[in-house]
């Protein structure tokens, strides 16, 4: 059974969440403050973070940057509305998806089955090894290699580079990315394929301005270079 941790401090929307996921079969674990978290993650190793954007001590940014130097574990913010500023920089710290304030528990369910079926078994014809100048993807062990360095992604960066690079040569526009990546019932804007793909480069090129592997394509999107 997939175990969610969910890290709010307003009882309300915890027992909300709670019902809700575990209705449709979840083990829910609950948290409510950062430091909590952080150990509940590294003692539990949950299968997916609810997380709080606005926690007490420890607010939910600084929580989702400590997760991602010890695990890849996907990670849904709960935002106000209001606060793009917050959605823009989590996303940048390496959340996987985000829900607004105030929220349908249907809407938040949905994300989460999503993204278990994006982390679910890769299919035959995805598996094996993608190898292009130096880089290696091995689909199986989820492992990348660069100029023989290990490099560790999220579990949504590593999707987005499998799903470019098998395709070299071939552009990909924001929006496909989008359903391929993130689902199609995914609500976010263009701007969080952005945001992974300079993860992605800022982990596997050498220089930013002269990328190696992921290319933009103006007014397009993205595509890895086929040579």
């Known amino acids: 059974m ?4 969910v890290v709010d401090d307003e009882p309300g929307i915890v027992e909300l969440v709670q019902y809700n996921l575990e ?15 952080l150990s509940r993650a590294k003692t539990d190793a949950p299968d997916l973070i609810v ?45 996987d998806d985000y829900v607004t304030k105030p929220f ?25 090894k993608v190898s292009a100048g130096g880089l290696v993807i091995d689909a199986e062990r989820r492992n990348v290699v660069v100029d023989g360095r290990e490099v560790g992604l999220t579990f949504t960066e590593f999707e987005l580079l ?21 689902g199609e019932d995914f609500y976010g804007d263009v701007r969080t394929v952005d945001v992974h793909v300079r993860h992605l480069r800022e982990k596997l090129e050498e220089e930013m301005s002269a990328p190696r592997f ?4 103006r007014g397009v999107g993205y595509r890895f270079r086929s040579s």
């Open 214 to 217: 992921i290319e933009t394509v």
């Open 2 to 5: 997939q175990r969610v941790l």
């Open 162 to 182: 499998h799903i470019i690079a098998r395709h070299p040569g071939r552009a990909f526009s924001r929006d496909e990315l989008l359903a391929r990546v993130w």
């Open 23 to 37: 209705r449709e079969g979840f083990v829910v674990l609950v948290e409510r403050d950062g430091a909590a978290a």
């Open 104 to 128: 349908s528990p249907r809407e938040l369910v949905a994300r989460i089955k999503a993204i278990f079926r994006r982390t679910g078994k890769v299919q035959p014809k995805e598996a094996g």
């Open 51 to 95: 997380l709080d954007v606005m926690l007490p001590e420890m607010s939910g940014l600084d929580v989702c940057r400590n997760l991602r130097t010890f695990t890849d574990v996907p990670i849904i913010l709960l935002t106000a509305r209001k606060d793009e500023v917050d959605r823009v920089l989590g996303l940048e710290l390496g959340a």
